[in-house]
């Protein structure tokens, strides 16, 4: 596949989510694949849930990072099964689209997540978070936001696992 | 004959063998008795639906992270001098309600953004130390703190957690929120507020 194929394709990829929620009506920036998944740790198998959005800014030179978590009980399973990037492109993000991360056909609608905060330099900062827990209900877009509590972060790790 | 031999001699060496270990293994002191382990203190813990610690956590972890992302922090030319005054506790459990404060307090003072002065708690503490070093002869004058010169804050944080509790057939539920102000001592003007709230339900086992 040549490059203005696979940027063709990441385009339509990106007018999934905006045909299917009709919300998005800025235009999107342009495609970075990947990212979502170098900022992601996923422990075990989420229930259903992927990560429509992820934004990272400073605040009083504090990090804040605001992701958009949603239950995508709207996809049907043929819908997921057919969708080209489900299976060749295991995380895609196109400025806010979808990441089709969940992989679990699990029941339970709750995950537990949490924040690390690195420095310039990878490591750590900051005190450990607690786990949170967050419920959906089928279809639900929720919205989790992280704030690094030391000035010395500069990037995030958003850890994500099952609340079973 | 040579079988026979053969044997006791297997017999006494697996004797000595046993003897020896077994000798060696009531030496050793029990380290571990096997019922008890080391958790992850950042785990959720839902032992019971009374307020844990990770209850205290979720609530300092939303109040910080409101507090530094507040205009407060964003217009301070100096950082914000701030003490604790007081969290009630307005629930029917028993709460300590300045483990919540100092978790807070902690997190903030990690963060380089604000400076806490000593509370009423912390007061004691120090006139005790300050009579100490004053009265007991043992200190140089020059060499002491003195009285008089400490710096008074400019805001106070307090505030209080209340709770809902209700009970339907099996199920319970309560509701924790904690909102906490953080005033103006010159002017009185509220300048930040935030709650947090927490929802526990538990049902009882019916076995």
Partial sequence: MNKNAFFKMCCD???????????????????????????????????????????????????????????????????????????????????????????????????????????KNGMNVGSEESWKVLNFIPSQAQHIRGVATSKYAVDFKLELKNNN | MITNRTNILGLAIALTATLGVSGCASNQPAFSSGNVSYGDTKAIETLTNEIGLTDFQMMAETMTNSLLTSTLIAGSKQKPTITISDIKNKTSEHIDTRAIALKIRTQLSKSQAVRFMGDKADEKHALTELQRQGQSGRYKASKSVKMGNAEGAKYSLYGEITSIVKRADDIKNIDYILNLTLEDLDSSEILWTEEKEIRKTSERSTF
């Fill in chain 1, 13 to 119: 990829f990106a007018l999934i989510p905006i045909l299917l929620t009709g919300c998005a009506t800025q235009p999107l920036p342009p495609p970075a694949p990947n990212l979502i998944a170098s900022k992601v740790i996923l422990l075990n198998e989420l229930p259903r849930i992927s990560i429509y959005d992820l934004r990272m800014i400073p605040i009083n030179d504090f990090l804040v990072v605001e992701a958009e978590l949603v239950h995508n009980d709207t996809f049907s399973d043929t819908v997921l099964k057919s969708a080209p990037w489900f299976t060749t492109l295991p995380v895609l993000i196109v400025g806010a689209t979808v990441q089709p991360m969940f992989s679990s056909r699990s029941s339970s609608n709750s995950i537990q997540y949490r924040f690390q905060w690195r420095d």
